[in-house]
């Protein structure tokens, strides 16, 4: 069911890595007042890691964002089994009966319930259903990162970005209220009506996160860009702006195939979602704040560019958002830069670089590294050296090594990551290896700082 959704040339992911990636099965039951959500959730997880695993770790980020997840009945290959919960219950562990050796896999089953909440108040309203617009972002136990940090799970702070995943398969099947529209990852492989309910039946993957959203306000404007449709989901009331969206990001998704490499989906989703965030993206799906649907301006194209660009950088290849979100956040910055260059020419290129030295002069130009975890910067501080300082460094590497060999390392650094987690040391070495040269000393000035 995957193949559908990805372009012919990605198709063969599907043998490369479908062994060992984990599959979800997700059958879950949306409520009338779209606030809660209840089912069941199936996981083949397999071993990939190099030593015996003793546990799984998952997160339940509906704790951490204003709303509740409640697991039941957790079982492993059917045997009953009984989780351990920290991190304000964000956090679940399940224990094994014997370690999981390398290259074997378990069936981790479990019912779960959410409740969505309905006041914006955690993460950007990231998680909540606001004026008949229900935002789903990652509702489901999602399994963590096993890294060098081992089970990487945390707190994160109330901004920026919450999750670090692997690219995995999702099969999900909703069952929701007849009269609204389901927007999701992935495609739609199934989908039915029956009395007053709709149940649809989505295939996601390779994907870090599924996200869903539902709302009976929204109408359907799609346009097609090479092997992709787009799809925009937006309230009638701002039809026109939905159809400049679906512009923005086809001129987007134009200028990042060929400067990164192919989009790898047949589509993709613009949902306007009442968060307080300018954008959020997801595997698959780009939301864009309905506020900026409705104000337009400079910032709704750039909005726009820039979570289409995090397609590339955070959904295909992926980092650990929490730790060193200038992976994706500046990358992401330097590459709606050079949308602007691409589709504005000469004047969109200088005015988005002076949209740039704005964000860091909010900092007053502080030479505070770009590279650092979220939780290091002030709210203030992350804007302006992540999303400001952090493309301009991308900028002096471009200086340093030529544009042409920036250009062509930015597509090896997606070729190479291509569904996996890229880091910071791997940026460096791809890039010493395009240029020949060693970048420390640029590194250590933008990036790690002058501290070792
Ligand atoms: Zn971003």
């Not at 809660?36 to 997160?59: I, K, W």
């Not at 951490?64 to 964000?90: I, M, W």
């Not at 086809?250 to 990164?260: G, Q, S, V």
Request: proline share 6%; hydrophobic share 40%.
């Amino acid at each position: 069911p995957f193949a559908a959704g990805l372009i012919p040339a990605e198709r063969a992911t599907l043998d490369r890595i479908l062994p060992g990636a984990s599959v979800y099965h997700l059958d879950i039951t949306l409520s009338d007042d779209l606030t809660h959500l209840s089912g069941r959730e199936e996981v083949r997880y397999t071993n990939r890691e190099d030593a015996p695993l003793p546990e799984v770790v998952f997160r339940l980020f509906p704790n951490l964002l204003g709303g509740k997840a409640t697991v039941t009945n957790l079982t492993v290959n059917r045997q009953p089994a009984e989780p351990a919960f920290r991190l304000q219950e964000s956090e679940m562990i399940v224990p094994l009966a014997s370690p999981l050796a390398v290259g074997e896999s378990v069936v981790i089953g479990m019912d779960f319930a959410v409740d969505v909440p309905t006041t914006a108040g955690s993460n950007y309203a990231s998680f909540a259903t606001l004026d008949g617009i229900a935002a789903l972002a990652h509702f489901y136990p999602l399994i963590a990162v096993f890294d060098d940090e081992g089970w990487n799970a945390e707190i994160p702070p109330t901004y920026g970005d919450v999750v670090y995943a692997d690219s995995s398969f999702y099969r999900v099947r909703v069952a929701a209220p007849a009269e609204v529209v389901l927007v999701a990852s992935g495609v739609e492989a199934e989908s039915r009506r029956e009395g007053g309910t709709q149940t649809v039946t989505y295939a996601a993957g390779p994907v870090r996160d599924f996200y869903l959203a539902a709302s009976p306000r929204y109408t359907r404007h799609s346009q097609t860009v090479g092997q992709t449709t787009l799809h925009s989901y937006a309230p009638d009331s701002v039809a026109a702006s939905a159809e400049q969206a679906l512009d923005y990001a086809a001129d987007a998704l134009r200028t990042f195939d060929a400067r990164f490499g192919d989009y790898p989906f047949t589509e993709l989703d613009l949902i306007a979602t009442p968060t307080l965030a300018g954008g959020i993206e997801y595997p698959g799906v780009v939301v864009v704040a309905l506020a900026l649907y409705e104000r337009r301006g400079d910032f709704f194209e750039t909005a726009t560019a820039h979570e289409v660009a995090h397609q590339w950088f955070y959904s295909v290849v992926g980092n650990d958002q929490v730790d060193d979100p200038w992976l994706d956040e500046s990358l992401v910055q330097y590459a709606t830069w050079l949308y602007y260059r691409d589709v504005h020419g000469a004047t969109g290129d200088a005015g988005f670089r002076r949209v740039l030295e704005g964000y860091w002069n909010r900092a007053q130009h502080a030479d505070t590294p770009i590279g650092l975890p979220v939780a290091a910067y002030t709210e203030e501080e992350y804007g302006a050296i992540v999303y400001g300082r952090g493309p301009l460094f991308f900028d002096a590497l471009a200086q340093t090594i030529g544009q042409e060999a920036m250009d062509a390392l930015l597509r090896d650094y997606y070729r190479t990551y291509q569904w996996d987690i890229a880091t910071p040391e791997g940026l460096q070495q791809l890039a010493e290896a395009h240029c020949d040269c060693d970048l420390s000393p640029l590194f250590r000035e933008w990036v790690f700082g002058e501290g070792e």
